[in-house]
């Protein structure tokens, strides 16, 4: 079936510091992928999306591409603030297999030091 | 407007207790989605429809957990006969049209603990 790898947790970055979030992917059919970002005591949220290779999404400083050769959907911010702190998963959506569901990652868990 | 809402925000129930989790989607939204978040992990799909119909239920853990949507708005998950490991947060979410790549909004959830 269809799944989705995040690298695990947590990550402690200083202010100004470059994140990396690295996402792998499985999927039968052609998914759309998606990073989704909970902050402290809130509900989840879209961050960004791309729906075919080589699409880039982008977001608050934020941005994914959509590798195809390589399964991935890395997440990448130049210069992250202690604002950005909260958890981070990664998401497909594969159509093909007849659902509109998302299937998720475990989370990365995000915390910026000032 | 409103986004999406859930109620109860917190339930404590006893085993064997059965429970009701409401979720209003946001207005016009056509497609419902029902989510299970264990503690430290992501959430895993449980059920959608759109409209009222229940088009996919294949992440139901098990025959006591039920969900409908009869007029195709509001939505309540019952789980019959709670257990211990039913203990999580449910997470419902809504999107527009029902179509491919569409955004889904999520409420910020019911959490359950079962003892």
């Known amino acids: 079936g269809d799944s989705v790898t995040q690298m695990e947790g947590p990550v402690t970055l200083s202010e100004e510091a470059f994140l990396t979030i690295n996402c792998t992917y499985t999927a039968t059919g052609y998914p759309s992928l998606f990073w989704y970002v909970q902050y402290p005591g809130e509900g989840l949220q879209l961050l960004l999306k791309?729906?075919?290779?080589?699409d880039k999404g982008s977001n608050k400083g934020f941005e994914a591409t959509y590798r195809k050769e390589t399964t991935s959907f890395h997440l990448e911010k130049g210069s992250v603030q202690v604002s950005d702190s909260a958890v981070y998963f990664c998401?497909?959506?594969?159509?093909?297999?007849?659902?509109?569901?998302?299937?998720f990652g475990k989370g990365t868990k995000l915390t910026v030091n000032p | 407007g409103a986004g999406v809402s859930q109620s109860p925000r917190y339930k404590v129930a006893k085993r064997g207790q059965d429970v009701a989790l409401r979720c209003d989607p946001i207005s016009g939204h056509v497609s419902l989605f029902w989510y299970q978040q264990a503690l430290g992990q992501g959430p895993e799909f449980l059920t959608y429809?759109?409209?009222?119909?229940?088009?996919?239920k294949s992440g139901l853990p098990s025959d006591r957990f039920f969900a409908e949507r009869p007029e195709g708005s509001v939505s309540t998950l019952k789980i019959q006969r709670t257990q211990q490991e039913d203990s999580a947060v449910y997470l419902c979410?809504?999107?527009?049209?029902?179509?491919?790549?569409?955004?889904?909004?999520f409420g910020p959830g019911t959490r359950l603990l079962v003892l």
């Open positions: 791309a729906t075919k290779a080589d």
């Open positions: 998401a497909l959506q594969d159509i093909q297999g007849g659902s509109e569901k998302l299937v």
């Open positions: 429809f759109q409209n009222e119909a229940q088009l996919d």
């Open positions: 979410a809504s999107s527009f049209k029902g179509q491919a790549q569409e955004t889904q909004y």
